[in-house]
Each structure stands twice: as C-alpha cells, then as structure tokens.
C-alpha cells in the first residue's frame, strides 16, 4: 500500500496527465502547465513544474497556495478527509484501494479525523461567489431571484461526491449553504449537488446532505450577529425559506434543513415572537410542534405560517409572489406586516 509520500512521487511521475485530468481548463507551456486556479478556471496564476526536481510541485501566484499533486487533488475535488484524498489519488492511479483504510497506519498523522465542523469550515472557504454560477440559475429557475444577496449561500464548481451504497465517488458542482450559530461561527455547511447541464439537481439518489453541526443551529437570512431579533421566522428547507425571503426581505430568517433539526433549534435571545413555517407532511408538523414547546418555554409566542400548497416555493413558483405575500400578510401579526412586509 503506499503511503502519503509515495502516492505524491507516483502522481509527479504523471504530472502532465494528472494536470490534463484535474486542471482540464489549463495548458501546457514549455515545462509548466498553466490554469487560473485549483477551481480549473481559465487563467494563468497557477502554474504547475512538469519537469525538472520540482515536477508535480505547483504554485497560484494570486493567492500564495502551493502543494504537491496530491494537494491539488485534493483542492480540486474539493476533499476534506486525507483518507479521500488518497483514494481518489489510487483511482487515478489505478492503485486497489486497501482493505481496511481505518487500520491504514500510513494515514493516521494526516488528520483524517478533523472535526466535521472543521471539514465543513475548511469546504466552505474553497467556495466561490453565487453571483452569476449554475446554482444562481438553479435556484432563480425556483423563482429564488435574489439569492446572491446572501452571504450564506456560495458556490461550489466541483465538489466530491460519494454513493453511500456502491462507495463509488464523482464530482459535481454544488451549492453551498453555511449552517451557523448565533455568534456567526461556522459549524456545518448543506451541500446541493447540481446537474452541470442545468437541469435541476443532480441525477444521484441523495443530492442534498449536511456536515458538520446542526443540531441548535441554522442557515440564516439577513440574520444579524450580536443583535437582538424580536421577531425572526424559522423553517425546514432552504428553498421554501429562501422563497419566503424573497417576499419578506425585512425579516430575518433561518432554516434548520430537516424537521428534526427545526424541532432543535435554538431562537436567539431577545426574540419575541418566532414565526414558523410550516411544511404539509407529518415531518413538518412534528417540527413545527417541537420548535413550538421550546418558544414558549422561553417565553416565545410561536406563530405558524402555512403555504396554500405543499411548501412556499411551490406558492411562489405556481400562484406567484403576489399572491404568497397576500398570504402572509393574512398571518402575521398587524405590527409584523406593518413593519416587515412592503406597502
């Protein structure tokens, strides 16, 4: 089995084509391969030794990263895990994977078990901005128009994914949500994976997961830090939160992703009354009832707020804005719609 080291030497021997696997938007020039970034953008600050005692050493001049193949692998997959770095380095490779990787004692001082907030942390710091990206469009094709004003969300050009059944892995682009908790820290991202034809979410058996930490915390919309928020709203999936952003920009919001979590989660302190957004299925209902008990054993009113059909995108796709936010407007407190809905 090789180990870190060798896996790095083996990848140099084949700088050339691991560059023409992984940084397929670049080219060669002279002894160098030369491509914008480890994202595989079109360019010319990052730039690879494919010859000499440096070959497979690489450098991006804009942003001061450097590595060996294995780093850029890693980089570019968008992998978090050493022990994933080195089986996609084996497949390349055409290396057969060990046996029992956990007992790999070649990989124990490479930090394969880094928190899943720090791997979550560490993946959302590789992302780009939504502005523009094939997630921007995925979710305007919802109806989501604005998402780019929203620092949580951010995107993805090639993120790792693995089947949990046959233990296969690919790469897709990806949009990426930042689960935070009060004081704004990181602890867990959602992660989209995204057709890269545009059609919709990627063709895979589950292509929405979460890592990190979300029990207590959230995706949250113009959700300010160190503040208090006496009125906010809390709901289950980011795209029917999104779309109630959409119409309700003054208020802030948050989505726990999963009913359970929205159950878990914790409102912050100084919040007054908690709108929460219902989704019509047992699942929902058993969040809505959960995160209603912990309100008002905080002394929280909780409200909740339905959609006329299966979710509030589904409203805001199929009946419009208009009509979602005359829906709403129904529901919310006088004071509420006064202050947070738009004349």
Known sequence: MLSASELADRLAHHAEAVCRHYLSAGRKAGNYWIVGDVANSKGKSLYVHLTG?????????????????????????GLVDFRDVAEEARRFLCEPNPASPEKDDTLTDQSIDRPAA????????????LSGTLADSYLRQRCILR????????????????????????????????????????????????????EGKAKVDDPRR?????????????????????????????????????????????????ANHLAAFRPPNGCLRLY?????????????????RRAQVLGILPLVLTPELGDF???????????????LRAQLAPEDAQALLPA
């Open 53 to 77: 005692p440096r070959r497979g050493r690489w450098t991006d001049a804009a942003t001061a990263q450097y590595g060996d193949l294995l780093d850029l692998v890693r980089e570019t997959c």
């Open 210 to 258: 979460a890592l990190g930490g979300l029990l207590g915390n959230a995706v949250r919309f113009r959700f300010p830090v160190h503040a208090s928020v006496p009125v906010m709203a809390a709901g289950e999936g980011l795209e029917s939160i999104l779309s109630l952003s959409h119409v309700m920009p003054g208020m802030p919001m948050v989505s726990a992703l999963t």
């Open 276 to 292: 929460v957004a219902a989704d019509a299925d047992a699942a929902g209902r058993h969040g809505i009832e959960g995160l209603s």
């Open 313 to 327: 995108n589904e409203d805001l796709r199929r009946l419009g804005p208009d009509r979602l936010l005359a829906n």
């Open 147 to 198: 998402a780019p004003l929203h620092s949580a969300l951010r995107f993805h050009p090639s993120c790792y994914y693995r089947d949990l059944v046959s233990g296969s892995t690919s790469t897709y682009p990806a949009l990426i949500a930042a689960v935070t908790d009060h004081a704004g820290t990181i602890t867990g991202v959602h992660r989209t994976w995204l057709d890269p034809d545009g």
């Open 118 to 129: 720090e791997r979550a942390r560490r993946l959302f710091r590789m992302t780009l901005p």
